[in-house]
Protein backbone atom coordinates (compact mmCIF):
# COMPACT_ATOMS: atom_id res chain seq x y z
CA UNK A 1 0.00 0.00 0.00
CA UNK A 2 3.21 2.43 -0.14
CA UNK A 3 2.40 3.29 -3.49
CA UNK A 4 -1.24 4.22 -2.63
CA UNK A 5 0.03 6.33 -0.18
CA UNK A 6 2.74 8.30 -2.30
CA UNK A 7 0.16 8.50 -5.01
CA UNK A 8 -2.26 10.29 -1.88
CA UNK A 9 0.46 12.97 -1.08
CA UNK A 10 1.10 13.67 -4.64
CA UNK A 11 -2.44 14.20 -5.33
CA UNK A 12 -4.91 15.28 -3.16
CA UNK A 13 -8.63 13.93 -3.19
CA UNK A 14 -9.53 17.46 -2.60
CA UNK A 15 -7.45 18.12 -6.09
CA UNK A 16 -9.17 15.52 -7.67
CA UNK A 17 -12.98 16.47 -6.58
CA UNK A 18 -11.95 20.05 -7.35
CA UNK A 19 -10.85 18.86 -11.37
CA UNK A 20 -14.15 16.35 -11.50
CA UNK A 21 -16.67 18.67 -10.23
CA UNK A 22 -15.10 21.83 -12.56
CA UNK A 23 -17.56 22.49 -15.49
CA UNK A 24 -14.91 24.57 -16.87
CA UNK A 25 -12.36 21.38 -17.37
CA UNK A 26 -13.79 18.86 -20.58
CA UNK A 27 -14.81 15.37 -19.82
CA UNK A 28 -12.02 13.95 -21.81
CA UNK A 29 -9.27 15.40 -19.20
CA UNK A 30 -11.38 14.36 -16.45
CA UNK A 31 -11.07 10.50 -17.10
CA UNK A 32 -7.33 9.98 -15.57
CA UNK A 33 -8.22 11.73 -12.98
CA UNK A 34 -11.43 9.54 -12.35
CA UNK A 35 -8.91 6.47 -12.65
CA UNK A 36 -6.57 8.02 -10.50
CA UNK A 37 -9.07 8.48 -7.73
CA UNK A 38 -10.88 5.18 -8.31
CA UNK A 39 -7.67 3.27 -8.14
CA UNK A 40 -5.82 5.60 -5.27
CA UNK A 41 -8.71 5.92 -2.89
CA UNK A 42 -11.32 3.17 -3.88
CA UNK A 43 -9.83 0.20 -4.88
CA UNK A 44 -6.80 -0.17 -2.88
CA UNK A 45 -7.49 -0.66 0.78
CA UNK A 46 -9.78 -3.34 1.98
CA UNK A 47 -12.61 -0.76 3.87
CA UNK A 48 -13.80 2.47 3.46
CA UNK A 49 -11.79 3.51 6.51
CA UNK A 50 -8.03 2.30 4.56
CA UNK A 51 -9.77 3.67 1.37
CA UNK A 52 -10.21 7.52 2.39
CA UNK A 53 -13.75 7.12 0.68
CA UNK A 54 -15.33 7.72 4.34
CA UNK A 55 -13.60 11.11 3.53
CA UNK A 56 -15.95 11.87 0.74
CA UNK A 57 -19.05 12.31 3.22
CA UNK A 58 -17.35 15.71 4.39
CA UNK A 59 -16.87 17.44 0.47
CA UNK A 60 -20.57 19.65 0.48
CA UNK A 61 -19.89 19.42 -3.82
CA UNK A 62 -19.86 15.63 -4.01
Do not use: R
Amino acid sequence: MFIESLCQTILPIEDLLWVLNNDNVDNVYKKPFLKCLHHVYMKSGETTVETGASELSHFGYV
